[in-house]
């Protein structure tokens, strides 16, 4: 059965499907794409097919899957996002992680709407190569948070399953079963929670916020980035939301001391605000809660947060920057300072 590959699908996504027309797991299915006589020595398969580089393997999967255009290198980031390090794929990780180290195993994230759409434009569903990036938190297109788990079941460590129905393939929890196209509710919160966001327009406002400043991260991640401003963004971005990550010798990260309906997450464990560099082992729901509360400081915009122990209303308002300081230990306001002077100013 041909399988062909959408426009800013990732390699995974169309491995996946290929896959599963065949009626067979993405491994075994390589496995006979690459079959091999000597069976004490198989072909190694990547970790990570997104991250894939050109080369022998590359090109096998031409030979087997796109033949005549040739077109599969388009799905990977070295291809399609040239300087992006595969370091900004997002991974299966961040519970038993030591030092800064992270499973190769691929980890995905979905916007529900986007699969719904895919099927009732008659096609297969499939997963966008973008929503692998680590600082990809929301669908840009829909301008609603991304989904990294079954909201059905809830079990965090389940696997994406490629089904196809005898027409077409769609998304499923791989534990439970249920399709993702039709979890269209919001992780890590409450069904009348979900609605009350809906209806509320600094919801909106605050979520933009965090968007804008998930696309001028994204933009500027690229390596051969030719202006000196972009790297600095970059720089400064994630070295503000180190800060806000990593706990204080008391073990209480920043981020969890502010509260928001717009941005729930579930507080960074220990051993994640004990790294380095907590902003690549974060869940996508802090990373999300973090650039939101970062657009908020440096851009003022309304973004519903509250301060733990200080303002307890639900609808929280913009935090101010002698708030947040007010909560820092010496030591972090320190870093915050140096890392203030170097903020590049053009973006506000
Ligand atoms: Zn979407
Ligand atoms: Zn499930």
């Known amino acids: 059965m041909k399988v062909t590959p959408y426009d800013m699908e990732s390699l995974m996504s169309f491995v996946g499907r290929a896959a599963a027309m065949n009626s067979m797991d993405v491994r075994s299915y ?5 079959e091999t006589d000597d069976y004490m020595n ?3 398969l ?3 097919l997104d991250s894939l580089e050109k080369g022998d ?3 096998g999967l031409n030979d087997a899957l796109d033949p005549e255009k040739r077109r599969l290198e388009l799905l990977t980031l070295p291809s399609t996002k040239p300087g992006v390090h595969t370091k900004w794929l997002r991974r299966a990780g961040g519970i038993k992680m030591d030092g800064d180290r992270f499973r190769g195993t691929p980890s995905f994230a979905w916007c529900p709407r986007c699969l719904l759409v895919d099927q009732l434009n008659g096609h297969d569903q499939f997963l966008r190569l973008s929503w692998r990036l680590i600082t990809r938190t929301f669908c840009w297109k829909h301008r609603r948070p991304l989904t990294t788990h079954c909201l059905a079941c809830n079990d965090r460590q389940a696997e994406t399953a490629f089904v196809f129905n005898g027409d077409n393939v769609v998304l499923t929890c791989g534990a439970c079963g249920s399709p993702y196209g039709t979890q269209l509710g919001l992780p890590d919160m409450s069904s009348a929670t979900t609605i009350q966001l809906r209806d509320n327009k600094n919801v909106q406002f605050a979520w933009n916020g965090a968007i804008q400043l998930e696309m001028a991260l994204e933009k ?3 390596e051969h980035s030719k202006t000196v401003n972009n790297r600095e963004l970059r720089n400064f971005i994630l070295a503000f939301a180190n800060i806000l990550m990593k706990a204080n010798p008391h073990s209480r ?3 969890d001391l502010f509260s928001s309906v717009a ?3 579930r507080p960074n464990s220990r051993n994640i605000t004990s790294l380095d560099r907590p902003y690549r082992a974060s869940s996508i729901a802090v990373r999300r809660k973090t650039h939101g509360l ?3 400081i440096l851009k003022r915009r309304m973004n519903l947060f509250s301060i733990k122990g200080v303002h307890e209303k639900r609808w929280g308002r913009d935090p101010t920057l002698p708030e947040l300081r007010a909560e820092l230990e010496p030591e972090q306001n320190a870093e915050l300072d140096r890392l203030l002077l170097m903020f590049p100013a053009s973006w506000v």
């Open 46 to 48: 990547p970790e990570d």
């Open 294 to 296: 970062m657009a908020a």
């Open 253 to 255: 990260a920043p981020i």
């Open 263 to 265: 941005f729930p997450a």
């Open 220 to 222: 500027s991640l690229s």
């Open 42 to 44: 198989p072909v190694p």
């Open 30 to 34: 390589l496995r006979t794409l690459f």
């Open 57 to 59: 393997f590359l090109a």
